[in-house]
């Protein structure tokens, strides 16, 4: 003990001391470490809708929790508060307006293993590819497509256990699969049909392509079978997404082919061309039963092109505006949709 | 007076080995100006590795956020974990990618 408390010593000792903990901070502990406060994120917007000449407004925020807790839990939820102001019809003037404020999911995520995360609570149907990647106003560009209610059980949500996770992978290809089962529930908060169903999908890296199969069942009353495949492609070299999914279900089958492009190669993403996204869908659906209101699915045959231009601003806001035509046997209309939003992402409170 | 530099030697060797055993086969000698580069590689490889797995995987479906406080990127990675499906290497991927 005397020779450390020898200044001779104690100098370089604790330079030593700091040197190594910088060095195991940086080289191996920091990532470790890394913050996990928890944060706000989602969108706020405006968006308006002009369908067969009339047109409907839409303040809307959509607040998204994260939080973790320990080094295994996840509590995450998603809300949806929107206003609707549109025209009173019927031959009268002036507008009716109505709020809505709804869950789209509030759920506990356990990573069990490497391989497997256990999901409880209120969540997203994985069936498809719209319900849980593209639903958020800052992520999605387009109106949801016409199959959507196929294999999302219609409210798009269940409620009780998932098993999910990533099965295997490598630089060539990689596995993932979700399982899951879900009460009926009536609860306004908290809807959702009695039902079970998964899928599994494979992503090709080098080819950035993804292929997949969902399946859904419905466990209430009629007892019925949905199934759905998906395919996306991104390739490497070009700022191009091409989006496509199918589904089959009891009422009605259907398909819908997207593709988007950042005109980034314009002089970068930041320039003025290089913010705009042209996208493009196409989609058709046909009906296989009688016309069932409940199911949410288009009465009839229906095919729907829509075209849109989104244009990137900084600070995170984007604009929108959207031309689309839907034929039918029971009537062809157009759509107008403008939209301006606004992503947000911040941690849930102030810290150092 | 040996016993503590002897600890403090081990002490260092011990921290550097890891380091020195993922470069050994580039890296022949141990001057500064090496271990800079050593660094440097080696944050580089990692950032290498994490934009593409987060080009691969969350760019598939969004636009990369441009720009948050460092204090929630482990939640970012948590929470791509789970809905993107990702696997442990390629959580920790992003996450050198965010929080280098």
């Known amino acids: ?352 | 007076m040996m016993k503590p530099l002897k600890i403090i030697y081990s002490a260092l060797l011990l921290a550097a080995a890891p380091m020195l055993s993922q470069t050994a086969t580039t890296v022949p000698t141990q001057s500064n100006s090496a271990t800079a580069q050593v660094k440097n590689n080696i944050v580089t490889a990692h950032e290498r590795d994490g934009q593409q797995v987060f080009d691969q995987n969350c760019s598939r479906c969004h636009n990369t956020p441009q720009g948050f406080s460092p204090r929630i990127a482990g939640t970012v990675a948590r929470h791509m974990r789970v809905r993107a499906n990702l696997s442990k290497e390629d959580e920790q991927a992003i996450l050198r990618f965010l929080n280098p």
């Open chain 1, 1 to 352: 003990m005397q020779c450390f408390s020898n200044s001779k010593y104690v100098k370089p000792l604790r330079r030593i001391g700091t040197a190594l903990s910088v060095f195991w901070i940086s080289f191996f502990v920091g990532p470790l470490i890394a913050q996990t406060t928890p944060l706000i994120s989602g969108g706020a917007g405006f968006l308006t809708s002009t369908t067969a000449g009339a047109t409907t407004y839409q303040p809307i925020a959509v607040p998204v929790l994260e939080a973790p807790i320990g080094q295994h839990l996840l509590i995450e939820s998603r809300g949806n508060l929107v206003e609707t102001v549109s025209p009173s019809g019927g031959g009268q003037g002036g507008y009716n307006h109505s709020l809505f404020l709804s869950l789209a999911y509030l759920q506990a995520d356990y990573i069990a293993t490497p391989h497997l995360t256990v999901v409880g609570g209120y969540f997203l149907t994985p069936f498809g590819t719209y319900n849980e990647r593209l639903t958020p106003i800052w992520i999605g560009n387009l109106d949801a497509p016409l199959i959507f209610s196929i294999g999302t059980m219609v409210s798009g949500a269940g409620t009780g256990g998932m098993l999910r996770g990533n099965a295997f992978s490598s630089d060539k290809i990689s596995l993932s699969y979700a399982a899951y089962f879900s009460a009926g529930s009536t609860n306004k908060e908290f809807t959702s049909t009695r039902s079970a169903g998964g899928q599994m999908y494979a992503y090709f890296p080098e080819k950035r392509l993804e292929v997949g199969a969902s399946y859904g069942r419905l466990l209430d009353g009629k007892q019925t079978n949905s199934v759905g495949g998906h395919v996306w492609w991104e390739p490497a070299k070009v700022p191009l997404k091409v989006r496509s999914e199918y589904a089959h279900g009891a009422h009605s089958q259907g398909y819908w082919v997207e593709t988007d492009y950042r005109l980034s190669q314009i002089h970068g993403a930041e320039s003025f061309f290089g913010r705009l996204e042209p996208i493009f869908r196409i989609q058709q659906t046909f009906r296989e039963s009688a016309p069932d209101r409940t199911d949410f699915l288009p009465s009839a045959n229906t095919q729907r092109t829509d075209f849109q231009l989104a244009y990137h601003l900084p600070h995170e806001v984007r604009v929108n505006a959207t031309y689309a035509r839907q034929f039918s046997s029971t009537g062809n209309f157009n759509i107008w949709e403008t939209s301006v939003v606004y992503r947000f992402l911040f941690p849930a409170w102030k810290g150092k």
